[in-house]
């Protein structure tokens, strides 16, 4: 296993980039919380006291389950800490712990996260001695990589013992990595190259990656401490309730208003040397025509301030080095991938950045429907995003595209939650507007038992043509709402994963209150926020998607349903349980898929599947990646560790083939793009040069290449549907067209 992907530590510092350093002893220095963090923490309590959806006292915390949590989010593979210590843990925290966070103390997970950095570093600066050593390849054993589930070694010679396997199984991957995948034995591997040199490569990899993790530990900030200590408690609550420090914080606001302030440019760290690898689209950083991808930042300045020698830093440091208020300058020290040799100074003003690859796209697909070309649309919306302050919003961007695709004259409309994980409910109910006249969308219980409905007034409608319903089991929250409310008008075809991901219940972000707030820096208004779960939200039918999620009527073979990753799977998760349906009557001036005929349709689509070559594939595809999923153990022996990869890669390669084949399938397509979208590739073409898209040469219609099998097979419903149903009813008028049944 490679030290860097060691999920005991994954899990922890998922955010700290890789930075290589020399292997020198180090002390490792404690952290403490501050002043500022109990009294968020005693905020925090009080949030989660009086305003969760379960209402439980903090007095009612699993004191022991709690704290074996936290120690498994830093030692996850319980490679660092013995019984002994665990022992220890609860013996010194476990009567107390709730009194602590009553009085905003995080001293007992500041001092659980000191032992583990002070034995984890010298645990790894152990490992850099042992790897000097050489390895044994030809061990008759198997290694697992899956420790969860094993018990707290009883002793530190016993966990010695641990490492060593691990490191050799480590050597065992690093040559085999090295090794050509269509070469099937350690013979013929080292005809060129001999068996010492890839034990020589494999040694200074080994080092170089452990060595990082030394550096990723120390980087660690008592912030970040904070927020995995407060987070594990709140997943005690349920597994959406999360406390968020100011950077996370940060980061979620960026990620739902899909826009930010700054240069407009994305970095990444490599070897201590902070890279750009993007100007974004219509960005100052792209605007100036002086930074290029691959350019490195040496140093950064505010306005006219001294600089800041930023090699070797955090990259996230960095990051907040360069951002800022809007309109104010920063200046940058470059060294010009054009011309290594050199330095120079680049001064940008930041301005806002809009993020326009995350919003809702479009496509039209051409499809043959009883011997006549026919569009269908697709909107792929990858989650329900909005902005209080006049950015994108989920429903106008989605209301544009459907204007588009009518322009096209599409007979069908395909609405791709698969990728969304969820969003702003507000928007989700609005949404749901555009495809229904009017009625009931989402019922919404508080944690006073009061159930509140929520409804579409507007008896404006975007699209009254037949709607498919795109979900797989990472649709979430508001996808499911949608999905849903959809499915109970008998407005959409929800097809895809047997059923979506589960999770039923409403967030509301809670920023931390003025007087906490006044610790913090006065200059700024940023504060720390909890995500706490406040209501659980049900269907118009009554049923609630908690757990169960929406089923599917036209399911779709995936390898999802295989997967630990729809809310079942979590934690702390609310019950499932329903209330009163709402009773309304379907409006007649809205399409509706009549179940009479669905039966019709699933006839045909049973038909059509039973000699199909993509699906084939696919079962095949998902049975062999579920043997593979499940496989945990692996050998030691590099010549059979060599063997099994050969094969694996025959394997997979047999798989790339026959999928690459499947092309043919697929139907021409045509991209739809917002305004924005539009406006920005304009602007970046504009700055760096090129014609702008009105000048674009590139075809109407092309083949896409690579086939998406879930996709594929939805146009193919909408195709069957359409067959069954032609003429289709009039998509473009304006006005409201009778109710239609099918």
């Known amino acids: 296993m490679n030290p860097t992907k ?38 925090l309590m009080k949030v989660l006291e009086q305003a969760h959806f379960n209402k439980v006292s903090i007095d009612e915390l699993n004191s022991t389950s709690f704290i074996n949590r936290f120690v498994s989010k830093l030692d996850k593979q319980k490679l660092y800490f013995t019984k002994a210590e665990i022992d220890e843990f609860h013996l010194k925290y476990s009567k107390t712990i709730n009194l602590h966070f009553k009085q905003g103390n995080l001293l007992p997970g500041f001092e659980i996260y000191n032992k583990y950095k002070q034995k984890s570093i010298a645990r790894l600066e152990w490992v850099l001695e042992k790897i000097k050593e050489k390895p044994a390849l030809f061990q008759n054993k198997i290694y697992s990589v899956d420790r969860e589930d094993s018990q707290w070694k009883k002793s530190e010679e016993v966990l010695d013992n641990a490492w060593i396997d691990l490191i050799n199984f480590d050597f065992t991957r690093e040559i085999v990595q090295q090794i050509d995948s269509n070469v099937s034995s350690l013979a013929l591997a080292t005809e060129e190259k001999s068996l010492e040199n890839y034990i020589s490569e494999a040694r200074d990899n080994l080092s170089k990656s452990y060595s990082r993790w030394i550096k990723n530990i120390q980087e660690f900030e008592a ?59 219509g960005g100052p950083a792209e605007a100036s025509r002086e930074l290029e991808p691959e350019d490195v930042i040496l140093k950064v300045a505010q306005s006219e301030g001294d600089y800041v020698d930023v090699v070797d830093m955090k990259l996230t440091k960095i990051v907040e080095l360069i951002k800022g208020p809007k309109d104010t300058l920063v200046r940058l020290e470059i060294r010009p991938i054009k011309d290594p040799s050199s330095t120079k100074e680049v001064r940008i003003i930041r301005d806002k950045i809009k993020l326009t690859e995350n919003l809702a796209k479009g496509y039209v697909k051409q499809v043959e429907v009883n011997g006549e070309k026919t569009n269908v649309g697709v909107i792929e919306l990858p989650s329900f995003y909005g902005s209080s302050g006049g950015g994108p919003k989920a429903t106008e961007d989605v209301e544009e595209l459907i204007q588009k695709l009518k322009e096209h004259e599409v007979k069908g409309i395909i609405l791709d939650l698969r990728r969304n994980g969820g969003g702003y409910l507000s928007e989700a109910v609005n949404l749901a507007g555009l495809f229904i006249v009017r009625g009931p969308v989402v019922q919404v219980k508080s944690t006073d038992g009061k159930i509140r409905k929520k409804f579409d007034f507007n008896p404006k409608i975007s699209w009254n043509g037949p709607l498919l319903t795109l979900v797989s089991r990472y649709s979430a929250s508001a996808s499911e709402i949608v999905a849903g409310a959809l499915q109970d008008h008998d407005r959409s075809i929800i097809i895809g994963d047997e059923f979506t991901h589960g999770k039923g219940t409403v967030q509301s972000m809670v920023q931390m209150n003025l007087p906490f707030n006044l610790l913090s820096n006065q200059s700024s208004k940023k504060s720390s926020a909890a995500k706490i779960t406040i209501q659980k939200y049900y269907l118009p039918s009554g049923k609630s998607t908690q757990i169960d999620g929406v089923k599917s009527d036209v399911p779709i073979p995936s390898i999802n349903m295989f997967l630990p990753i729809g809310e079942s799977d979590l934690d702390n998760a609310l019950a499932n349980d329903n209330i009163p349906p709402v009773n309304f009557r379907k409006s007649s001036d809205q399409f509706v898929f009549g179940s009479e005929k669905l039966d019709e349709l699933s006839n045909k689509i049973k038909l059509r599947r039973e000699n199909s070559e993509i699906l084939g594939y696919l079962n095949n595809n998902i049975d062999y990646f579920n043997k593979k999923r499940n496989q945990k153990a692996f050998p030691m022996d590099l010549e059979k560790r060599i063997d099994l990869r050969y094969n694996e890669n025959k394997k997979n390669q047999e798989l790339k083939d026959n999928f ?37 040469k590139t075809p109407e219609y092309i083949m896409p290449k690579e086939l998406d099998i879930s996709l594929n097979e939805s146009i193919k419903v909408m195709k069957d549907y359409l067959e069954l149903a032609m003429p289709a009813p009039s998509a473009n008028k304006t006005e409201k067209t009778k109710k239609t049944e099918i």
């Open 6 to 43: 060691i999920p005991s530590t994954v899990s922890l510092f998922s955010t700290i980039l890789l930075l290589v350093i020399s292997t020198i002893k180090t002390e490792a220095s404690d952290l403490f919380p501050s002043a500022l963090m109990k009294h968020e923490t005693q905020w």
């Open 223 to 281: 912030s970040d401490i904070q927020e995995i200590y407060l987070t594990t408690l709140t997943h005690m609550f349920d597994p959406h309730t999360v406390f968020l420090n100011v950077k996370e914080k940060e980061k979620f606001d960026q990620a739902m208003n899909n826009e930010f302030v700054g240069i407009g440019a994305r970095l990444q760290d490599e070897d201590g040397l902070c890279t750009i690898k993007e100007l974004l689209p």
């Open 660 to 696: 690459e084949s499947l092309s043919k399938y697929s139907f021409p397509t045509k991209d739809i793009s917002l305004d924005i979208v539009t406006q920005q590739i304009d602007q970046s073409r504009k700055a760096r040069g090129i014609n702008t898209l009105g000048d674009d």
